[in-house]
Protein backbone atom coordinates (compact mmCIF):
# COMPACT_ATOMS: atom_id res chain seq x y z
CA UNK A 1 0.00 0.00 0.00
CA UNK A 2 1.33 3.35 -0.91
CA UNK A 3 2.43 5.23 1.93
CA UNK A 4 -0.38 9.01 2.53
CA UNK A 5 2.66 10.96 2.40
CA UNK A 6 6.60 11.21 2.35
CA UNK A 7 8.95 13.72 3.33
CA UNK A 8 12.62 12.99 3.26
CA UNK A 9 15.19 15.69 5.11
CA UNK A 10 12.41 18.19 4.79
CA UNK A 11 12.58 21.79 5.99
CA UNK A 12 11.32 25.14 6.15
CA UNK A 13 11.94 28.45 7.48
CA UNK A 14 10.37 31.46 7.41
CA UNK A 15 12.70 34.37 6.41
CA UNK A 16 15.67 33.13 9.53
CA UNK A 17 13.26 31.50 11.42
CA UNK A 18 13.48 27.85 11.14
CA UNK A 19 9.89 26.50 11.52
CA UNK A 20 10.83 22.36 10.42
CA UNK A 21 14.21 20.97 10.52
CA UNK A 22 15.05 17.73 8.56
CA UNK A 23 11.65 16.14 8.73
CA UNK A 24 12.06 12.66 7.45
CA UNK A 25 8.77 10.64 7.74
CA UNK A 26 6.84 7.87 6.10
CA UNK A 27 3.44 7.85 7.05
CA UNK A 28 0.37 5.38 6.29
CA UNK A 29 -3.52 6.02 5.54
CA UNK A 30 -5.27 6.32 8.42
CA UNK A 31 -6.27 8.92 11.45
CA UNK A 32 -2.64 11.17 12.25
CA UNK A 33 -2.63 13.28 15.00
CA UNK A 34 0.24 15.98 14.97
CA UNK A 35 0.54 17.30 18.44
CA UNK A 36 3.37 19.68 19.43
CA UNK A 37 3.30 23.06 21.29
CA UNK A 38 2.29 26.47 19.87
CA UNK A 39 5.15 27.34 17.52
CA UNK A 40 6.53 23.39 17.30
CA UNK A 41 5.92 23.49 13.07
CA UNK A 42 2.41 21.54 13.20
CA UNK A 43 0.39 24.56 10.97
CA UNK A 44 3.94 24.31 8.54
CA UNK A 45 3.61 20.78 8.38
CA UNK A 46 0.05 21.00 6.90
CA UNK A 47 0.81 23.93 4.82
CA UNK A 48 3.66 21.72 3.17
CA UNK A 49 1.79 18.75 2.12
CA UNK A 50 -1.27 21.30 1.05
CA UNK A 51 1.34 22.90 -0.76
CA UNK A 52 0.78 26.28 -0.39
CA UNK A 53 4.63 26.52 0.49
CA UNK A 54 7.65 24.63 -0.60
CA UNK A 55 10.15 23.01 1.46
CA UNK A 56 13.69 24.82 1.63
CA UNK A 57 14.90 21.71 1.90
CA UNK A 58 14.40 18.02 1.11
CA UNK A 59 11.42 16.30 -0.98
CA UNK A 60 7.88 15.79 -0.58
CA UNK A 61 5.32 13.06 -1.51
CA UNK A 62 1.49 13.20 -1.39
CA UNK A 63 -0.30 10.18 -2.27
CA UNK A 64 2.79 8.60 -4.09
CA UNK A 65 3.55 11.62 -5.94
CA UNK A 66 5.95 13.60 -5.92
CA UNK A 67 5.00 17.38 -6.18
CA UNK A 68 7.59 19.24 -9.45
CA UNK A 69 6.52 22.37 -10.15
CA UNK A 70 3.55 23.87 -8.19
CA UNK A 71 0.53 21.71 -9.49
CA UNK A 72 -3.04 22.28 -7.27
CA UNK A 73 -4.27 19.41 -9.02
CA UNK A 74 -3.75 16.64 -6.05
CA UNK A 75 -6.21 19.27 -3.86
CA UNK A 76 -9.16 17.68 -5.40
CA UNK A 77 -8.19 14.79 -3.10
CA UNK A 78 -7.33 16.77 0.27
CA UNK A 79 -10.04 19.09 2.30
CA UNK A 80 -8.18 21.58 4.29
CA UNK A 81 -9.64 23.16 7.57
CA UNK A 82 -7.93 26.27 8.71
CA UNK A 83 -7.54 26.70 12.23
CA UNK A 84 -7.71 30.48 11.47
CA UNK A 85 -10.41 32.52 10.38
CA UNK A 86 -11.44 31.71 5.97
CA UNK A 87 -14.89 33.58 6.11
CA UNK A 88 -16.43 35.00 3.17
CA UNK A 89 -18.32 38.34 4.69
CA UNK A 90 -21.82 38.40 2.83
CA UNK A 91 -22.25 34.85 1.75
CA UNK A 92 -24.47 32.39 3.37
CA UNK A 93 -23.16 28.85 4.74
CA UNK A 94 -24.65 27.40 1.47
CA UNK A 95 -22.97 29.49 -0.80
CA UNK A 96 -20.08 29.60 0.77
CA UNK A 97 -19.64 25.91 0.88
CA UNK A 98 -21.22 25.37 -2.69
CA UNK A 99 -18.38 27.65 -3.71
CA UNK A 100 -15.66 25.83 -1.93
CA UNK A 101 -17.00 22.59 -4.22
CA UNK A 102 -17.02 24.38 -7.31
CA UNK A 103 -13.66 25.70 -6.64
CA UNK A 104 -12.47 22.12 -6.49
CA UNK A 105 -14.01 21.25 -9.71
CA UNK A 106 -17.32 20.27 -8.99
CA UNK A 107 -19.97 21.44 -10.99
CA UNK A 108 -22.47 23.98 -9.88
CA UNK A 109 -26.11 21.74 -9.28
CA UNK A 110 -23.46 18.80 -7.76
CA UNK A 111 -21.65 21.34 -5.40
CA UNK A 112 -25.28 23.23 -4.34
CA UNK A 113 -26.76 19.45 -3.61
CA UNK A 114 -23.48 18.24 -2.27
CA UNK A 115 -23.32 21.62 0.15
CA UNK A 116 -26.77 20.83 1.42
CA UNK A 117 -26.28 17.41 2.27
CA UNK A 118 -22.97 18.23 4.06
CA UNK A 119 -24.64 20.98 5.82
CA UNK A 120 -27.35 18.86 6.89
CA UNK A 121 -24.98 16.26 8.21
CA UNK A 122 -22.82 18.69 10.19
CA UNK A 123 -26.23 19.99 11.76
CA UNK A 124 -25.95 23.58 9.84
CA UNK A 125 -29.16 23.00 7.90
CA UNK A 126 -31.33 25.56 9.90
CA UNK A 127 -28.67 28.16 9.54
CA UNK A 128 -27.46 27.34 5.48
CA UNK A 129 -29.44 30.17 4.52
CA UNK A 130 -27.63 32.86 7.05
CA UNK A 131 -24.82 35.15 6.47
CA UNK A 132 -21.48 33.72 7.53
CA UNK A 133 -20.78 36.23 9.55
CA UNK A 134 -23.80 35.71 11.78
CA UNK A 135 -22.45 32.32 12.69
CA UNK A 136 -20.95 31.47 16.17
CA UNK A 137 -17.85 30.15 16.65
CA UNK A 138 -18.71 26.80 17.21
CA UNK A 139 -21.04 26.91 13.92
CA UNK A 140 -17.45 28.65 11.97
CA UNK A 141 -15.58 25.47 12.63
CA UNK A 142 -18.16 23.42 11.60
CA UNK A 143 -18.94 25.80 8.23
CA UNK A 144 -14.88 25.24 7.42
CA UNK A 145 -15.33 21.92 8.38
CA UNK A 146 -18.51 21.54 5.64
CA UNK A 147 -16.34 23.09 2.78
CA UNK A 148 -13.16 21.06 3.53
CA UNK A 149 -15.70 17.59 3.22
CA UNK A 150 -18.08 18.97 0.05
CA UNK A 151 -15.58 17.29 -2.44
CA UNK A 152 -15.39 13.82 -0.26
CA UNK A 153 -11.91 14.12 0.16
CA UNK A 154 -9.32 11.20 0.45
CA UNK A 155 -7.56 13.12 3.12
CA UNK A 156 -8.36 15.52 5.62
CA UNK A 157 -5.73 17.93 6.98
CA UNK A 158 -7.63 19.51 10.08
CA UNK A 159 -5.37 22.59 11.78
CA UNK A 160 -7.07 22.97 15.25
CA UNK A 161 -10.76 21.82 14.30
CA UNK A 162 -11.64 21.82 18.20
CA UNK A 163 -10.14 25.34 18.83
CA UNK A 164 -12.54 27.90 20.37
CA UNK A 165 -14.90 25.38 21.26
CA UNK A 166 -16.97 25.00 24.04
CA UNK A 167 -16.84 21.83 25.72
CA UNK A 168 -20.20 20.58 24.21
CA UNK A 169 -18.97 21.70 20.77
CA UNK A 170 -15.40 19.79 20.93
CA UNK A 171 -17.31 16.73 21.93
CA UNK A 172 -19.30 17.13 18.83
CA UNK A 173 -16.77 17.75 16.30
CA UNK A 174 -14.79 15.22 17.88
CA UNK A 175 -17.98 12.54 17.17
CA UNK A 176 -17.62 13.84 13.46
CA UNK A 177 -14.21 13.47 13.16
CA UNK A 178 -14.17 10.00 14.68
CA UNK A 179 -16.66 9.12 12.21
CA UNK A 180 -14.95 10.47 9.38
CA UNK A 181 -11.77 8.47 10.30
CA UNK A 182 -13.59 5.35 10.51
CA UNK A 183 -14.73 5.48 6.58
CA UNK A 184 -12.72 3.28 4.67
CA UNK A 185 -10.45 4.93 2.41
CA UNK A 186 -10.08 8.00 4.37
CA UNK A 187 -7.52 9.31 6.43
CA UNK A 188 -7.02 12.65 7.99
CA UNK A 189 -4.36 14.39 9.53
CA UNK A 190 -5.11 16.59 13.24
CA UNK A 191 -3.36 18.98 13.95
CA UNK A 192 -3.53 20.03 17.63
CA UNK A 193 -2.05 20.82 21.00
CA UNK A 194 -4.92 19.02 22.37
CA UNK A 195 -3.90 15.40 23.45
CA UNK A 196 -7.09 14.50 24.64
CA UNK A 197 -8.63 14.77 21.14
CA UNK A 198 -5.44 13.03 19.65
CA UNK A 199 -5.77 9.98 21.59
CA UNK A 200 -9.91 9.91 21.09
CA UNK A 201 -9.63 10.19 17.38
CA UNK A 202 -6.15 8.89 16.33
CA UNK A 203 -4.09 5.80 15.81
CA UNK A 204 -0.74 7.28 15.25
CA UNK A 205 1.05 10.15 16.14
CA UNK A 206 3.29 13.02 14.91
CA UNK A 207 4.92 14.36 17.75
CA UNK A 208 6.99 17.69 16.82
CA UNK A 209 8.99 20.17 18.89
CA UNK A 210 10.97 23.11 17.69
CA UNK A 211 10.32 22.08 14.16
CA UNK A 212 11.60 18.48 14.76
CA UNK A 213 10.01 15.17 14.73
CA UNK A 214 10.58 13.53 18.33
CA UNK A 215 8.17 10.98 17.92
CA UNK A 216 6.00 9.19 15.41
CA UNK A 217 4.10 5.97 15.18
CA UNK A 218 1.02 3.68 16.16
CA UNK A 219 0.14 5.98 19.96
CA UNK A 220 -0.19 2.10 21.52
CA UNK A 221 3.28 1.31 20.95
CA UNK A 222 4.60 4.58 21.79
CA UNK A 223 3.25 3.85 25.09
CA UNK A 224 4.19 0.87 25.87
CA UNK A 225 8.01 1.17 24.53
CA UNK A 226 9.75 2.38 27.69
CA UNK A 227 6.52 1.51 29.81
CA UNK A 228 8.64 1.15 33.39
CA UNK A 229 6.32 2.67 35.60
CA UNK A 230 3.75 0.61 37.90
CA UNK A 231 0.63 1.34 40.21
CA UNK A 232 1.25 -0.94 43.14
CA UNK A 233 -1.20 -1.22 46.18
CA UNK A 234 -0.53 -2.68 49.43
CA UNK A 235 -1.47 -3.02 53.48
CA UNK A 236 0.54 -2.46 55.93
CA UNK A 237 3.48 0.70 56.48
CA UNK A 238 4.00 2.43 53.10
CA UNK A 239 7.13 4.27 54.33
CA UNK A 240 9.07 0.78 54.81
CA UNK A 241 7.79 -0.43 51.57
CA UNK A 242 8.97 3.16 49.72
CA UNK A 243 12.57 2.62 51.55
CA UNK A 244 12.93 -0.56 50.31
CA UNK A 245 11.98 -0.31 46.61
CA UNK A 246 14.11 2.75 46.90
CA UNK A 247 16.93 0.99 48.20
CA UNK A 248 16.32 -1.44 45.00
CA UNK A 249 16.46 1.38 42.75
CA UNK A 250 13.30 2.07 42.04
CA UNK A 251 11.40 5.88 41.94
CA UNK A 252 8.35 5.91 44.19
CA UNK A 253 5.72 8.59 43.48
CA UNK A 254 3.55 9.52 46.15
CA UNK A 255 0.16 9.12 45.40
CA UNK A 256 -3.33 11.25 46.50
CA UNK A 257 -4.41 8.00 47.54
CA UNK A 258 -3.19 5.96 50.81
CA UNK A 259 -1.97 2.83 50.27
CA UNK A 260 -1.09 3.21 46.41
CA UNK A 261 1.88 4.49 44.61
CA UNK A 262 3.48 5.22 41.33
CA UNK A 263 6.86 3.55 40.98
CA UNK A 264 9.37 3.86 37.93
CA UNK A 265 11.46 1.06 38.25
CA UNK A 266 15.41 0.61 36.73
CA UNK A 267 16.15 -1.34 33.63
CA UNK A 268 16.66 -5.00 34.47
CA UNK A 269 13.81 -4.40 37.37
CA UNK A 270 11.83 -7.98 37.47
CA UNK A 271 8.12 -8.37 39.00
CA UNK A 272 9.35 -10.44 41.68
CA UNK A 273 11.86 -7.58 43.00
CA UNK A 274 8.24 -5.93 43.92
CA UNK A 275 7.51 -8.38 45.93
CA UNK A 276 11.57 -8.88 47.32
CA UNK A 277 10.74 -5.34 48.66
CA UNK A 278 7.27 -6.19 50.23
CA UNK A 279 8.51 -9.08 52.27
CA UNK A 280 11.47 -7.00 53.59
CA UNK A 281 9.19 -4.21 54.29
CA UNK A 282 7.02 -6.55 56.14
CA UNK A 283 3.72 -5.14 54.04
CA UNK A 284 0.96 -7.19 51.80
CA UNK A 285 0.89 -6.51 48.21
CA UNK A 286 -2.72 -6.17 47.26
CA UNK A 287 -2.06 -4.78 43.26
CA UNK A 288 0.15 -4.85 40.96
CA UNK A 289 -0.04 -3.19 37.61
CA UNK A 290 2.29 -2.16 34.73
CA UNK A 291 1.14 1.29 34.14
CA UNK A 292 0.53 2.56 30.78
CA UNK A 293 1.31 6.49 29.84
CA UNK A 294 -1.19 8.13 28.44
CA UNK A 295 -0.64 10.66 25.41
CA UNK A 296 0.18 13.67 27.54
CA UNK A 297 3.04 11.51 29.90
CA UNK A 298 4.42 9.79 26.13
CA UNK A 299 4.25 13.39 24.91
CA UNK A 300 6.43 15.08 27.62
CA UNK A 301 9.08 11.76 27.96
CA UNK A 302 9.56 12.68 24.38
CA UNK A 303 9.67 16.59 24.53
CA UNK A 304 12.27 15.97 27.39
CA UNK A 305 14.36 13.68 25.74
CA UNK A 306 14.12 14.22 22.30
CA UNK A 307 13.82 10.57 20.78
CA UNK A 308 12.41 9.16 18.12
CA UNK A 309 10.53 6.18 18.34
CA UNK A 310 9.27 4.91 15.14
CA UNK A 311 6.38 2.19 15.29
CA UNK A 312 6.89 -0.53 12.62
CA UNK A 313 4.73 0.52 9.86
CA UNK A 314 6.61 3.36 9.59
CA UNK A 315 9.71 2.07 8.37
CA UNK B 1 -27.01 -1.13 0.67
CA UNK B 2 -28.29 1.09 2.99
CA UNK B 3 -25.80 2.58 5.32
CA UNK B 4 -25.52 3.18 8.68
CA UNK B 5 -26.08 6.22 10.59
CA UNK B 6 -23.56 7.90 12.15
CA UNK B 7 -24.33 9.75 14.61
CA UNK B 8 -28.16 10.89 15.67
CA UNK B 9 -29.29 9.67 12.37
CA UNK B 10 -27.41 11.54 10.14
CA UNK B 11 -25.05 9.77 8.02
CA UNK B 12 -22.13 10.76 5.51
CA UNK B 13 -22.53 9.94 2.33
CA UNK B 14 -19.55 9.89 0.03
CA UNK B 15 -19.94 11.63 -3.32
CA UNK B 16 -18.29 10.96 -6.86
CA UNK B 17 -17.68 12.25 -10.22
CA UNK B 18 -15.77 13.47 -12.79
CA UNK B 19 -14.00 16.96 -11.21
CA UNK B 20 -13.88 20.32 -13.98
CA UNK B 21 -10.17 21.87 -14.87
CA UNK B 22 -9.44 24.68 -12.68
CA UNK B 23 -9.93 27.20 -15.40
CA UNK B 24 -13.97 26.50 -14.50
CA UNK B 25 -12.99 28.00 -10.86
CA UNK B 26 -12.49 31.60 -12.47
CA UNK B 27 -16.66 32.45 -13.54
CA UNK B 28 -18.04 30.67 -9.94
CA UNK B 29 -15.36 33.23 -8.45
CA UNK B 30 -16.15 36.04 -10.90
CA UNK B 31 -19.61 35.42 -9.78
CA UNK B 32 -19.50 35.19 -6.13
CA UNK B 33 -17.38 38.78 -6.47
CA UNK B 34 -20.00 40.48 -8.28
CA UNK B 35 -23.10 38.81 -6.21
CA UNK B 36 -21.46 40.13 -3.01
CA UNK B 37 -20.98 43.90 -4.38
CA UNK B 38 -24.94 43.78 -5.85
CA UNK B 39 -25.41 42.94 -2.21
CA UNK B 40 -24.71 46.01 -0.83
CA UNK B 41 -27.63 49.08 -0.47
CA UNK B 42 -24.84 51.79 -1.72
CA UNK B 43 -23.85 49.79 -4.94
CA UNK B 44 -27.62 49.88 -6.31
CA UNK B 45 -27.82 53.94 -5.25
CA UNK B 46 -24.55 54.36 -7.82
CA UNK B 47 -25.94 51.76 -10.28
CA UNK B 48 -29.60 54.38 -10.13
CA UNK B 49 -27.49 57.25 -10.81
CA UNK B 50 -25.79 55.51 -13.75
CA UNK B 51 -29.41 54.51 -15.02
CA UNK B 52 -30.61 57.81 -14.63
CA UNK B 53 -28.04 58.66 -17.29
CA UNK B 54 -28.74 55.90 -19.20
CA UNK B 55 -32.91 56.45 -19.30
CA UNK B 56 -31.92 60.05 -20.13
CA UNK B 57 -30.68 58.94 -23.46
CA UNK B 58 -32.82 55.85 -24.44
CA UNK B 59 -35.59 58.39 -23.53
CA UNK B 60 -33.85 60.71 -25.93
CA UNK B 61 -33.26 58.63 -29.20
CA UNK B 62 -36.84 57.35 -28.89
CA UNK B 63 -37.95 60.90 -28.88
CA UNK B 64 -35.96 62.31 -31.55
CA UNK B 65 -37.14 58.98 -33.52
CA UNK B 66 -40.75 59.96 -33.30
CA UNK B 67 -40.09 63.74 -33.73
CA UNK B 68 -38.73 62.34 -36.97
CA UNK B 69 -41.36 60.00 -38.50
CA UNK B 70 -44.28 62.45 -36.52
CA UNK B 71 -43.06 65.92 -37.41
CA UNK B 72 -40.33 66.41 -39.37
CA UNK B 73 -40.64 70.11 -39.49
CA UNK B 74 -39.08 70.58 -36.37
CA UNK B 75 -36.25 67.60 -36.57
CA UNK B 76 -33.60 70.46 -36.95
CA UNK B 77 -34.46 72.34 -34.10
CA UNK B 78 -34.93 69.66 -32.38
CA UNK B 79 -31.51 68.31 -33.92
CA UNK B 80 -29.71 71.62 -32.53
CA UNK B 81 -30.98 71.41 -28.59
CA UNK B 82 -30.05 67.69 -28.33
CA UNK B 83 -26.72 67.54 -30.38
CA UNK B 84 -24.83 65.34 -28.48
CA UNK B 85 -27.49 62.64 -29.28
CA UNK B 86 -26.64 61.92 -33.09
CA UNK B 87 -25.48 58.14 -32.57
CA UNK B 88 -22.19 58.82 -33.80
CA UNK B 89 -19.22 57.53 -32.12
CA UNK B 90 -19.26 60.97 -29.70
CA UNK B 91 -22.08 60.39 -28.67
CA UNK B 92 -21.69 56.54 -27.36
CA UNK B 93 -17.70 57.46 -26.38
CA UNK B 94 -19.37 60.74 -24.04
CA UNK B 95 -21.73 58.22 -23.07
CA UNK B 96 -19.18 56.09 -21.53
CA UNK B 97 -17.17 58.58 -19.98
CA UNK B 98 -19.80 59.69 -17.96
CA UNK B 99 -20.98 56.03 -16.96
CA UNK B 100 -17.48 55.68 -16.22
CA UNK B 101 -17.08 58.46 -13.46
CA UNK B 102 -19.95 56.87 -11.14
CA UNK B 103 -18.38 53.22 -12.10
CA UNK B 104 -14.88 54.64 -10.60
CA UNK B 105 -17.02 55.82 -7.42
CA UNK B 106 -18.31 52.21 -7.63
CA UNK B 107 -15.26 50.96 -7.82
CA UNK B 108 -13.66 52.72 -4.86
CA UNK B 109 -15.97 51.51 -2.32
CA UNK B 110 -16.31 48.19 -4.21
CA UNK B 111 -12.34 46.88 -3.55
CA UNK B 112 -12.89 46.25 0.48
CA UNK B 113 -15.63 43.61 -0.70
CA UNK B 114 -14.29 42.40 -3.81
CA UNK B 115 -10.84 41.84 -2.82
CA UNK B 116 -10.02 43.75 0.94
CA UNK B 117 -11.81 41.11 3.05
CA UNK B 118 -9.95 38.14 1.25
CA UNK B 119 -7.06 39.58 3.10
CA UNK B 120 -8.76 40.46 6.42
CA UNK B 121 -11.36 38.06 6.50
CA UNK B 122 -9.00 34.78 5.76
CA UNK B 123 -11.14 34.75 2.12
CA UNK B 124 -7.20 34.43 0.68
CA UNK B 125 -7.04 30.45 2.69
CA UNK B 126 -10.40 29.40 1.39
CA UNK B 127 -9.79 30.22 -2.03
CA UNK B 128 -6.05 29.28 -2.34
CA UNK B 129 -6.39 25.87 -0.56
CA UNK B 130 -8.69 24.41 -3.05
CA UNK B 131 -7.67 23.21 -6.40
CA UNK B 132 -6.96 26.65 -7.94
CA UNK B 133 -3.39 28.36 -8.53
CA UNK B 134 -2.95 31.83 -7.97
CA UNK B 135 -3.94 32.33 -11.48
CA UNK B 136 -6.91 31.57 -11.24
CA UNK B 137 -7.84 33.54 -8.06
CA UNK B 138 -6.50 36.56 -9.35
CA UNK B 139 -8.42 36.09 -13.19
CA UNK B 140 -11.51 35.43 -11.17
CA UNK B 141 -11.22 38.69 -8.79
CA UNK B 142 -10.39 40.86 -12.46
CA UNK B 143 -13.05 39.31 -14.03
CA UNK B 144 -15.38 40.26 -11.28
CA UNK B 145 -14.19 43.84 -11.58
CA UNK B 146 -14.23 43.94 -15.26
CA UNK B 147 -17.94 42.45 -15.41
CA UNK B 148 -18.96 45.28 -12.78
CA UNK B 149 -17.36 48.32 -14.98
CA UNK B 150 -19.19 46.97 -18.19
CA UNK B 151 -22.35 47.05 -16.57
CA UNK B 152 -22.23 49.96 -16.20
CA UNK B 153 -20.67 51.19 -19.35
CA UNK B 154 -20.68 48.77 -21.95
CA UNK B 155 -23.64 46.95 -21.78
CA UNK B 156 -25.86 50.07 -21.67
CA UNK B 157 -23.89 51.85 -24.32
CA UNK B 158 -24.78 48.54 -26.30
CA UNK B 159 -28.26 48.61 -25.61
CA UNK B 160 -28.82 52.08 -27.03
CA UNK B 161 -26.75 51.83 -29.68
CA UNK B 162 -28.95 49.02 -30.57
CA UNK B 163 -31.81 51.01 -29.78
CA UNK B 164 -30.81 53.84 -32.22
CA UNK B 165 -30.20 51.72 -35.21
CA UNK B 166 -33.57 49.32 -34.50
CA UNK B 167 -35.15 53.20 -34.88
CA UNK B 168 -33.41 54.56 -37.89
CA UNK B 169 -32.89 52.90 -40.97
CA UNK B 170 -31.80 49.78 -39.19
CA UNK B 171 -29.94 47.94 -41.73
CA UNK B 172 -27.58 51.07 -43.23
CA UNK B 173 -27.07 52.23 -39.22
CA UNK B 174 -25.69 48.69 -38.23
CA UNK B 175 -23.65 48.69 -41.83
CA UNK B 176 -22.40 51.99 -41.83
CA UNK B 177 -21.26 51.97 -38.08
CA UNK B 178 -19.71 49.10 -37.57
CA UNK B 179 -16.68 51.21 -35.75
CA UNK B 180 -18.89 52.12 -33.38
CA UNK B 181 -19.67 48.77 -32.02
CA UNK B 182 -15.64 48.22 -31.84
CA UNK B 183 -15.14 51.27 -30.52
CA UNK B 184 -17.77 50.20 -27.70
CA UNK B 185 -16.40 47.22 -27.43
CA UNK B 186 -13.11 48.45 -27.26
CA UNK B 187 -13.82 51.66 -24.77
CA UNK B 188 -15.14 48.66 -22.52
CA UNK B 189 -12.27 46.57 -22.48
CA UNK B 190 -9.76 49.54 -22.27
CA UNK B 191 -12.09 50.81 -19.18
CA UNK B 192 -12.34 47.42 -17.27
CA UNK B 193 -8.80 45.84 -17.67
CA UNK B 194 -6.72 48.81 -16.38
CA UNK B 195 -9.13 49.98 -13.85
CA UNK B 196 -9.26 46.30 -12.49
CA UNK B 197 -5.76 45.80 -12.24
CA UNK B 198 -5.17 49.22 -10.41
CA UNK B 199 -8.16 48.38 -8.09
CA UNK B 200 -7.38 44.66 -7.21
CA UNK B 201 -3.49 46.14 -6.59
CA UNK B 202 -4.77 48.53 -4.40
CA UNK B 203 -7.44 46.79 -2.94
CA UNK B 204 -5.45 43.73 -1.64
CA UNK B 205 -2.32 46.17 -0.21
CA UNK B 206 -4.68 48.92 1.35
CA UNK B 207 -7.71 46.07 1.77
CA UNK B 208 -10.01 48.87 3.98
CA UNK B 209 -12.41 50.90 2.00
CA UNK B 210 -11.00 54.24 3.79
CA UNK B 211 -7.72 53.92 2.75
CA UNK B 212 -8.63 52.85 -0.60
CA UNK B 213 -10.72 55.73 -1.76
CA UNK B 214 -7.84 57.86 -0.72
CA UNK B 215 -5.53 55.88 -2.69
CA UNK B 216 -7.78 55.88 -5.49
CA UNK B 217 -8.70 59.48 -5.26
CA UNK B 218 -5.15 60.46 -5.33
CA UNK B 219 -5.05 58.16 -8.35
CA UNK B 220 -7.87 59.87 -9.99
CA UNK B 221 -8.53 63.41 -8.51
CA UNK B 222 -4.96 64.38 -7.35
CA UNK B 223 -2.52 63.33 -10.05
CA UNK B 224 -4.85 65.33 -12.27
CA UNK B 225 -4.89 68.32 -10.26
CA UNK B 226 -1.35 68.45 -10.62
CA UNK B 227 -0.96 67.45 -14.34
CA UNK B 228 -3.55 70.47 -14.51
CA UNK B 229 -1.13 72.96 -12.63
CA UNK B 230 1.85 71.68 -14.25
CA UNK B 231 0.37 71.80 -17.54
CA UNK B 232 -0.71 75.81 -16.83
CA UNK B 233 2.80 76.30 -15.46
CA UNK B 234 4.71 74.80 -18.24
CA UNK B 235 2.32 75.26 -21.06
CA UNK B 236 2.73 71.89 -22.29
CA UNK B 237 -0.51 69.41 -23.06
CA UNK B 238 1.81 66.38 -22.26
CA UNK B 239 1.11 67.12 -18.58
CA UNK B 240 -2.05 66.09 -18.61
CA UNK B 241 -0.83 62.35 -18.93
CA UNK B 242 -0.57 62.40 -15.45
CA UNK B 243 -4.60 62.10 -15.42
CA UNK B 244 -4.93 58.61 -15.57
CA UNK B 245 -8.58 58.79 -16.22
CA UNK B 246 -8.25 61.24 -19.22
CA UNK B 247 -5.63 58.98 -20.73
CA UNK B 248 -8.19 56.15 -20.48
CA UNK B 249 -11.05 58.24 -22.13
CA UNK B 250 -8.48 59.30 -24.64
CA UNK B 251 -7.79 55.73 -25.92
CA UNK B 252 -11.52 55.28 -25.11
CA UNK B 253 -11.58 57.76 -28.08
CA UNK B 254 -9.06 56.20 -30.31
CA UNK B 255 -10.94 53.19 -30.36
CA UNK B 256 -14.16 54.93 -31.65
CA UNK B 257 -12.09 56.75 -34.12
CA UNK B 258 -12.98 59.97 -32.72
CA UNK B 259 -9.68 61.66 -31.42
CA UNK B 260 -9.74 65.76 -31.03
CA UNK B 261 -7.03 67.16 -32.97
CA UNK B 262 -5.23 68.74 -30.14
CA UNK B 263 -5.53 65.30 -28.30
CA UNK B 264 -3.85 63.57 -31.11
CA UNK B 265 0.19 63.78 -30.07
CA UNK B 266 -0.43 62.62 -26.67
CA UNK B 267 -2.19 59.34 -27.78
CA UNK B 268 1.15 57.88 -27.66
CA UNK B 269 2.03 59.14 -24.24
CA UNK B 270 -1.45 57.66 -23.42
CA UNK B 271 -0.77 54.11 -24.25
CA UNK B 272 3.19 54.32 -22.31
CA UNK B 273 0.96 55.69 -19.04
CA UNK B 274 -1.99 53.54 -19.00
CA UNK B 275 0.42 50.27 -19.77
CA UNK B 276 3.06 51.55 -17.43
CA UNK B 277 0.56 51.88 -14.63
CA UNK B 278 -1.21 48.23 -15.94
CA UNK B 279 2.62 46.89 -15.50
CA UNK B 280 3.06 48.25 -12.04
CA UNK B 281 -0.68 47.16 -10.72
CA UNK B 282 0.75 43.76 -11.64
CA UNK B 283 3.89 44.14 -10.21
CA UNK B 284 2.26 45.21 -6.77
CA UNK B 285 -0.45 42.37 -7.11
CA UNK B 286 1.74 39.19 -7.59
CA UNK B 287 3.69 39.23 -4.21
CA UNK B 288 -0.29 39.88 -2.57
CA UNK B 289 -1.45 36.66 -3.80
CA UNK B 290 1.55 34.25 -3.26
CA UNK B 291 0.12 31.41 -1.22
CA UNK B 292 2.53 31.99 1.40
CA UNK B 293 0.41 35.00 2.36
CA UNK B 294 -2.18 32.64 3.19
CA UNK B 295 0.01 31.20 6.21
CA UNK B 296 2.08 34.58 7.35
Not at chain 1, 163 to 191: E, Q, T, W, Y
Not at chain 2, 31 to 56: A, D, H, P, Q, Y
Request: aromatic share 8%; with cysteine.
Amino acid sequence: MDPLFELIDVAYSYGRHPALRDVSLTVRCGAIGLVGQNGAGKSTLIHLLLGLIRPTAGSLKVFASERRGWPTGFRQRVGFMPERESLLPGLKGIEYVALAGQLCGMPRRDALRRAHETLSYLELEEARYRAVEQYSVGMRQRLKLAAALVHDPDLLLLDEPTSGLDPDGRAAMLDVLAVLAARPGKSLVLSTHLLGDVERICEEAIVLDAGRVVGVGPIREMRTVSAGTYRVRWRGDGNRLADRLLALGAEVRDSERSGEAQVVVPEGWQHRDFFKAAREGQVVLTGLKREEEDLEAVYQRLIGAGTISRGDNHD
Amino acid sequence: MIEKPDTDGRRYRGWSSRLRPAWFSIWPIAWTGLNLVLRRKLFWLLLGITLINFLFLFATIYLKAQIRVENPAVMRFVDSVLESVSGTGETYRDFMAAQGTVTMLMLAFAGEVLVGNDYRCGGLTFYLSRRIGRRHYLLGKLLSIGLLVQLTTALPALVLYLEYGLLTDSAVYFRENTRILLGILGYGLVMAVPLSLVLFALAAWLQRTVPLVMGWACLFVLMPAIGAILRKVYDDRHWHLLSFWRDIRLLGSWCFGAIPDRDEPLIIGAVTVVAAVCAVAVLAAIPQVQAVKVVR
